[in-house]
C-alpha cells in the first residue's frame, strides 16, 4: 500500500461524529426505493428534526406526511402520459417536500431556478414536455408566466399539509427515471440528463458511507437545485439545512452555521472561497466535522484558506458528473501534502471503475493521460430525447458485462497506486461557479455577433483564484463597448457563461500555423472595462467608501458610481460580497435582496442614505435640515 493511500485511509477512519451513532448502508440497500429508506426513517424517528430553514422545520414525521399529501395531489392532476413534472421554488423546505413528493409518485421532475433566465426555463419545460408545475404562493406568478394554456398548477401551499395521509406504497422499479437536469441550453436545443432512481440512490449511498454521515450530523447545502444532499441527510436520518446563498450574505450564513452548530457543509470550492474571506475571527466552528465539495477543481490556494479558518475540519472532495454520478474521492486534512497547484481527483468509490483511452478509443500505456471513461452499473440513462447525443457519450460494455461506460470529455493520469490525476477538459470545457462551459462555444456566439470581427475566449483565474471568462474581441465599429456586448450575449446565454471581462485588440495573435495564439493574449490587467457610461467619478464619502469596495472585490483600478455592477463583470457572489462588506461598512440593517437590486454604486449610497436618514428623530431631521439651509449650494 502506498503511503498516500495509507494516508487517505487513516483521514477517512477518522470522518466519525463524536457520538459514534454511524450505521453503514449495505450493499443490498441500492435495490430498495428511495421512498421507502425515507419512510424507514420517518418510523424510527418520527419526532427527529428533519428539515430546518431560516423560515420552516418540520420533523421526520411531519415532513413524511406533508410529502404524502402532496404526491396525491400530483397523482390526482397526472394524465396517463405525464412523464416529467416541473418544480418551481425557492430552496427552502418546500422545494425538499416537492422532491419527496415526486419521488414517491414514481414520476420524474425537472427543478427550475426562479433566478435563472425565464426563457432559458421556457425551453426546459418545452423540451420536457411538461403539462404540471409545482409552485406555492411565493413563486406562483412565476410558475403561470410559464404555464400559458397547456400546463396545470398546482399550488402546495393550497393543500392541507397537516392532515394525516398514509404512505402510498407504490411499486417503482429501480430503472425509473426520477430526475431531469438540464446542463446546457446556449445552442438552442438543450441537454437534459435523465438520472434514473438506482443510479441517484447508489451516490447517495457512496455519499453518506464516504463521510459516515449518522443521525447526529447537521448538513447544511445551499445549491438550488440539487438533491444529492437532501437524499445523503434524509436517507442517513441526520438534518437537513438548506441555505439560500443568492437571498442571505456570507455573513447569514456564518452565523447561521455556528448558531445550529452545523456538522457537515456541502458547497463548491469558489463559494467556501467567499465564506473565508467574509470571515473575521468573530464566529468559530467547532462542531464543523467535515467540508464536502465537488463541481469544480478544487485548488492548493483554497485549501490553504479553508485549513486557516477550519483547522480541525477535514475536506471532502468528489468528482463526478451528473451523468455519471460521483465516481472519484479524496479526503484533505490539517496535514495532507499538496503536489501542484491542483488537488489530485483522488480514489475510487464502490461500483465504479475508470479506464483512461486515447483518440482510438484503446488503453494507455500506465502513467500517461488519457480521457477518463467511467465503468459502471449506476450511470444515468442518457440524454431526454437525444438518442444521437446517448449513442456518442454512452457505450455498452464492449466485455458483454452489465455495466455501461461513460465517455467524460476529461484527461486524467492514474498513479500505480489508483490515484487519478486530473489534467482538466479534452474539449476546452471548464466549470464556472459549478456550471460546465465550453470555452469554443462561448467562442464561436461572441464571434457570429453583428459587432464582432474575431473573438477568443479563454478561463483564467482573477486575483481572488476564481475561474472567469476572458473574451478577446476584435471589432472594427468605434461604438462596441463592453455594456453592448454584454446586452447582446444575455439574451442568448446565460449569466455563467457571459465574460467577465472583455478586452478589446486591434488583431488576435495567430501561431506559424495561423491558428490563434492562446499563449499569447495579454492578461486583462485590472483597468476599468470600455463602457456605455461615461466614467462619474464619487462625489460624496458614502459613493468613495461603496466605490472603493466595488473596485476591491472587482479587482478594479476604479468603478465610476453610474457603472452597472453586470456591465463590469461582476457575478452574484462578488454581489454578495460586496454586500456582505457594505453593510458591514455603514452599521445598517438591511436585507440583502434591496442591495442586490441596486446596480451602480450612486444607487446603492442613496439607498443606504435614504434608509439612515428614515432612523432620524423629528428634532435630528430638523437639525439636519436647518444645517443644510445655512450651506451654500455647491456644499449642499
Given at each position: 500500500?502506498?503511503?498516500?493511500?495509507?494516508?487517505?485511509?487513516?483521514?477517512?477512519?477518522?470522518?466519525?461524529?463524536?457520538?459514534?451513532?454511524w450505521?453503514?448502508?449495505?450493499?443490498?440497500?441500492?435495490?430498495?426505493?428511495?421512498?421507502?429508506?425515507?419512510?424507514?426513517?420517518?418510523?424510527?424517528?418520527?419526532?427527529?428534526?428533519?428539515?430546518?430553514?431560516?423560515?420552516?422545520?418540520?420533523?421526520?414525521?411531519?415532513?413524511?406526511?406533508?410529502?404524502?399529501?402532496?404526491?396525491?395531489?400530483?397523482?390526482?392532476?397526472?394524465?396517463?402520459?405525464?412523464?416529467?413534472?416541473?418544480?418551481?421554488?425557492?430552496?427552502?423546505?418546500?422545494?425538499?417536500?416537492?422532491?419527496?413528493?415526486?419521488?414517491?409518485?414514481?414520476?420524474?421532475?425537472?427543478?427550475?431556478?426562479?433566478?435563472?433566465?425565464?426563457?432559458?426555463?421556457?425551453?426546459?419545460?418545452?423540451d420536457?414536455?411538461?403539462?404540471?408545475?409545482?409552485?406555492?404562493?411565493?413563486?406562483?406568478?412565476?410558475?403561470?408566466?410559464?404555464?400559458?394554456?397547456?400546463?396545470?398548477?398546482?399550488?402546495?401551499?393550497?393543500?392541507?399539509?397537516?392532515?394525516?395521509?398514509?404512505?402510498?406504497?407504490?411499486?417503482?422499479?429501480?430503472?425509473?427515471?426520477?430526475?431531469?437536469?438540464?446542463t446546457?441550453?446556449?445552442?438552442?436545443?438543450?441537454?437534459?440528463?435523465?438520472?434514473?432512481q438506482?443510479?441517484?440512490?447508489?451516490?447517495?449511498?457512496?455519499?453518506?458511507?464516504?463521510?459516515?454521515?449518522?443521525?447526529?450530523?447537521?448538513?447544511?447545502?445551499?445549491?438550488?437545485?440539487?438533491?444529492?444532499?437532501?437524499?445523503?441527510?434524509?436517507?442517513?436520518?441526520?438534518?437537513?439545512?438548506?441555505?439560500d446563498?443568492?437571498?442571505?450574505?456570507?455573513?447569514?450564513l456564518?452565523?447561521?452555521?455556528?448558531?445550529?452548530?452545523?456538522?457537515?457543509?456541502?458547497?463548491?470550492?469558489?463559494?467556501?472561497?467567499?465564506?473565508?474571506?467574509?470571515l473575521?475571527?468573530?464566529?468559530?466552528?467547532?462542531?464543523?466535522?467535515?467540508?464536502?465539495m465537488?463541481?469544480?477543481?478544487?485548488?492548493r490556494?483554497?485549501?490553504?484558506?479553508?485549513?486557516?479558518?477550519?483547522?480541525?475540519?477535514?475536506?471532502?472532495?468528489?468528482?463526478?458528473?451528473?451523468?455519471?454520478?460521483?465516481?472519484?474521492?479524496?479526503?484533505?486534512?490539517?496535514?495532507?501534502?499538496?503536489?501542484?497547484?491542483?488537488?489530485?481527483?483522488?480514489?475510487?468509490?464502490?461500483?465504479?471503475?475508470?479506464?483512461?483511452?486515447?483518440?482510438?478509443?484503446?488503453?494507455?500505456?500506465?502513467?500517461?493521460?488519457?480521457?477518463?471513461?467511467?465503468?459502471?452499473?449506476?450511470?444515468?440513462?442518457?440524454?431526454?430525447?437525444?438518442?444521437?447525443?446517448?449513442a456518442?457519450?454512452?457505450?455498452?460494455?464492449?466485455?458483454?458485462?452489465?455495466?455501461?461506460?461513460?465517455?467524460?470529455?476529461?484527461?486524467?493520469?492514474?498513479?500505480?497506486?489508483?490515484?487519478?490525476?486530473?489534467?482538466?477538459?479534452?474539449?476546452?470545457?471548464?466549470?464556472?461557479?459549478?456550471?460546465?462551459?465550453?470555452?469554443?462555444?462561448?467562442?464561436?456566439?461572441?464571434?457570429?455577433?453583428?459587432?464582432?470581427?474575431?473573438?477568443?475566449?479563454?478561463?483564467?483565474?482573477?486575483?481572488?483564484?476564481?475561474?472567469?471568462?476572458?473574451?478577446?474581441?476584435?471589432?472594427?465599429?468605434?461604438?462596441?463597448?463592453?455594456?453592448?456586448?454584454?446586452?447582446?450575449?444575455?439574451?442568448?446565454?446565460?449569466?455563467?457563461?457571459?465574460?467577465?471581462?472583455?478586452?478589446?485588440?486591434?488583431?488576435?495573435?495567430?501561431?506559424?500555423?495561423?491558428?490563434?495564439?492562446?499563449?499569447?493574449?495579454?492578461?486583462?490587467?485590472?483597468?476599468?472595462?470600455?463602457?456605455?457610461?461615461?466614467?462619474?467619478?464619487?462625489r460624496?464619502?458614502?459613493?468613495?467608501?461603496?466605490?472603493?469596495?466595488?473596485?476591491?472585490?472587482?479587482?478594479m483600478?476604479?468603478?465610476g458610481?453610474?457603472?452597472?455592477?453586470?456591465?463590469?463583470?461582476?457575478?452574484?457572489?462578488?454581489?454578495?460580497?460586496?454586500?456582505?462588506?457594505?453593510?458591514?461598512?455603514?452599521?445598517?440593517?438591511?436585507?440583502?435582496?434591496?442591495?442586490?437590486?441596486?446596480?451602480?454604486?450612486?444607487?446603492?449610497?442613496?439607498?443606504?442614505?435614504?434608509?439612515?436618514?428614515?432612523?432620524?428623530?423629528?428634532?435630528?431631521?430638523?437639525?439636519?435640515?436647518?444645517?443644510?439651509?445655512?450651506?451654500?449650494?455647491?456644499?449642499?
Amino acid at each position: 500500500m502506498s503511503e498516500e493511500l495509507q494516508r487517505q485511509q487513516v483521514i477517512q477512519s477518522r470522518c466519525f461524529h463524536p457520538s459514534g451513532h454511524w450505521i453503514q448502508f449495505s450493499e443490498t440497500d441500492v435495490d430498495r426505493t428511495i421512498a421507502e429508506l425515507f419512510e424507514a426513517q420517518a418510523v424510527r424517528r418520527p419526532q427527529k428534526m428533519a428539515v430546518k430553514t431560516l423560515r420552516y422545520q418540520f420533523t421526520y414525521a411531519e415532513l413524511n406526511r406533508a410529502a404524502n399529501q402532496i404526491a396525491r395531489a400530483i397523482l390526482a392532476l397526472c394524465g396517463p402520459q405525464t412523464q416529467v413534472i416541473a418544480l418551481c421554488f425557492e430552496p427552502d423546505a418546500q422545494m425538499i417536500l416537492a422532491v419527496l413528493a415526486i419521488i414517491k409518485t414514481g414520476k420524474c421532475h425537472i427543478i427550475l431556478d426562479p433566478s435563472s433566465l425565464f426563457e432559458r426555463n421556457l425551453q426546459q419545460l418545452d423540451d420536457a414536455q411538461i403539462e404540471i408545475i409545482l409552485a406555492n404562493r411565493e413563486t406562483l406568478d412565476l410558475a403561470r408566466s410559464y404555464a400559458a394554456a397547456h400546463r396545470q398548477i398546482l399550488n402546495i401551499d393550497e393543500l392541507d399539509l397537516q392532515a394525516d395521509s398514509p404512505n402510498l406504497e407504490l411499486a417503482i422499479p429501480p430503472d425509473a427515471p426520477i430526475r431531469l437536469v438540464y446542463t446546457s441550453g446556449s445552442t438552442g436545443q438543450p441537454k437534459g440528463v435523465v438520472q434514473n432512481q438506482h443510479d441517484i440512490l447508489h451516490n447517495a449511498i457512496n455519499y453518506s458511507n464516504a463521510i459516515h454521515i449518522c443521525t447526529e450530523d447537521r448538513l447544511l447545502f445551499h445549491s438550488r437545485i440539487a438533491i444529492g444532499p437532501i437524499l445523503r441527510a434524509l436517507l442517513s436520518g441526520s438534518t437537513l439545512y438548506p441555505f439560500d446563498i443568492k437571498r442571505h450574505s456570507f455573513g447569514v450564513l456564518a452565523e447561521w452555521m455556528a448558531q445550529e452548530e452545523i456538522t457537515i457543509l456541502v458547497t463548491v470550492p469558489t463559494v467556501l472561497l467567499h465564506l473565508t474571506e467574509s470571515l473575521d475571527g468573530t464566529f468559530s466552528f467547532p462542531h464543523l466535522r467535515i467540508i464536502t465539495m465537488n463541481g469544480e477543481a478544487l485548488y492548493r490556494h483554497q485549501v490553504e484558506e479553508a485549513r486557516r479558518f477550519f483547522p480541525e475540519t477535514i475536506l471532502f472532495n468528489l468528482l463526478g458528473s451528473r451523468e455519471s454520478n460521483g465516481y472519484r474521492i479524496y479526503f484533505v486534512d490539517q496535514h495532507t501534502p499538496i503536489q501542484g497547484d491542483r488537488l489530485p481527483a483522488g480514489y475510487a468509490l464502490p461500483g465504479t471503475e475508470i479506464m483512461l483511452l486515447d483518440e482510438a478509443n484503446r488503453p494507455v500505456s500506465p502513467g500517461e493521460v488519457g480521457e477518463i471513461v467511467v465503468k459502471s452499473q449506476y450511470l444515468s440513462t442518457g440524454y431526454w430525447r437525444r438518442p444521437d447525443l446517448t449513442a456518442e457519450k454512452f457505450m455498452a460494455d464492449p466485455a458483454g458485462g452489465s455495466e455501461r461506460l461513460y465517455f467524460t470529455g476529461d484527461l486524467g493520469q492514474l498513479m500505480p497506486d489508483g490515484l487519478l490525476l486530473y489534467h482538466g477538459r479534452k474539449d476546452f470545457q471548464v466549470k464556472i461557479r459549478g456550471f460546465q462551459v465550453k470555452l469554443d462555444q462561448v467562442e464561436s456566439i461572441i464571434s457570429n455577433l453583428e459587432s464582432v470581427n474575431h473573438a477568443a475566449v479563454v478561463a483564467r483565474d482573477d486575483a481572488a483564484g476564481v475561474l472567469r471568462l476572458i473574451a478577446y474581441v476584435v471589432t472594427d465599429r468605434k461604438n462596441v463597448t463592453a455594456s453592448s456586448l454584454r446586452r447582446q450575449l444575455a439574451a442568448i446565454l446565460p449569466d455563467y457563461m457571459i465574460p467577465s471581462t472583455f478586452v478589446f485588440l486591434d488583431a488576435l495573435p495567430l501561431t506559424s500555423l495561423g491558428k490563434i495564439d492562446r499563449r499569447a493574449l495579454p492578461p486583462p490587467g485590472s483597468a476599468r472595462p470600455l463602457l456605455d457610461s461615461p466614467f462619474v467619478a464619487p462625489r460624496t464619502p458614502a459613493e468613495a467608501s461603496i466605490a472603493a469596495i466595488w473596485a476591491d472585490v472587482l479587482d478594479m483600478d476604479e468603478v465610476g458610481i453610474l457603472d452597472p455592477f453586470l456591465d463590469l463583470g461582476g457575478h452574484s457572489l462578488q454581489a454578495t460580497q460586496i454586500v456582505t462588506r457594505v453593510l458591514d461598512t455603514f452599521q445598517v440593517d438591511l436585507p440583502p435582496r434591496i442591495l442586490f437590486e441596486s446596480a451602480t454604486v450612486a444607487s446603492m449610497a442613496e439607498l443606504l442614505i435614504h434608509h439612515q436618514l428614515q432612523q432620524l428623530s423629528s428634532q435630528e431631521a430638523e437639525e439636519l435640515v436647518a444645517a443644510l439651509e445655512s450651506l451654500p449650494e455647491e456644499r449642499v
